[in-house]
């Protein structure tokens, strides 16, 4: 069991700005969620003005996604997706330390497609995307569906810390995002697991499949767990409603016919199936994350490199 985070074991002078910052998401978390949502607003616009590089990155991908629109109406998705990732921050906070609160401001529809599978004594896979509001969608589904969920380490010590102590606390298990035999063996027993394979992989488990019609990579894992342990793979998503109101979790039905046995069929089913999620939540998805990243042989870098230090 994964102790609470020892302060004495955080005082240099590098980790003050971390112990600062939690203190301060700590503190506005006490106010009603309409105020929460306007203290994020205010993060997401600093965020805005001062990573211009990720302003760059999240154009180049709403374009991918939306070549059709107009520039404004990219620009004005930009705009919404710093803002929720301002909220996102306190929304982390506030699955920290007010868990127990998230039930009153969460409406979930579709659980019983996690649990239709598990009475019948499969598995689930929980399959979703980096939503910007995705903290809140966790510890409410686990306190209907327990579940593990993958874990990478943050390059922060003590923000690393506060954040596994917390995962450990609650969910049923934490699952090292480079070390998935436990989900696996959880899944056997017919336990649910959330997966969310939207980023950009490298390594032998990654292919490469449309998504939103550019080539990116794809992890070939969702299909090689579920045809492993027969697990359901189940999609959901989050959406943040309109004036504080709160948060609905809309979970889906399980995919059919899936996994294939084809590799690269059952890669496209995964991203197309991602695809459909964001469609239904764009402005509150992570676009600021390098999806293109990783290129198939001979293709160009779709982001400019970084510039480096002089």
Not at 191 to 198: G, N, S
Request: glycine content about 6%.
């Amino acid at each position: 069991m994964i102790k609470a985070v020892n302060p004495s074991h955080y005082l240099a002078p590098k980790y003050w700005p971390t112990w600062f910052s939690l203190g301060l998401l700590r503190l506005v978390i006490i106010l009603p969620l309409p105020a929460i949502e306007v203290c994020g607003a205010i993060l997401g616009k600093l965020i805005y003005i001062f990573m211009p590089a990720r302003r760059t990155i999240a154009d180049i991908n709403l374009r991918f996604a939306f070549p059709d629109a107009h520039t404004d109406e990219i620009i004005r998705m930009r705009k919404l997706c710093f803002k929720n990732m301002g909220m996102a921050a306190f929304e982390l906070a506030l699955s920290w330390w007010q868990d127990e609160r998230l039930l009153k401001l969460c409406e979930i529809e579709g659980l019983e497609n996690i649990t239709q599978p598990q009475e019948q004594g499969k598995g689930v896979i929980i399959l979703t995307a980096h939503f910007t509001c995705l903290e809140i969608g966790g510890p409410v589904l686990n306190h209907y569906v327990p579940f593990q969920v993958m874990y990478k380490r943050a390059h922060n010590k003590l923000f690393d810390a506060f954040m596994r102590y917390h995962r450990a606390r609650l969910y049923k298990a934490i699952v090292d995002y480079h070390k998935p035999l436990s989900m696996i063996k959880g899944l056997k027993k017919g336990h649910a697991a959330w997966y969310a394979p939207d980023q950009d992989f490298r390594g032998k488990d990654m292919i490469f499949a449309p998504f939103f019609g550019v080539q990116a990579s794809a992890l070939t894992a969702p299909a090689r767990f579920a045809k492993i342990t027969g697990a359901a793979v189940v999609p959901y998503y989050i959406k943040r409603k309109n004036g504080g109101q709160g948060y609905k979790l809309t979970i889906l039905p399980s995919l059919k016919n899936f996994p294939t046995g084809k590799t690269e069929d059952d890669a496209l089913v995964i991203n197309q199936t991602l695809e459909h999620l964001i469609m239904q939540n764009p402005e509150q998805y992570l676009w600021v994350h390098k999806r293109y990243k990783n290129r198939p042989e001979g293709e160009a870098a779709v982001y400019p490199e970084k510039k480096k230090r002089r």
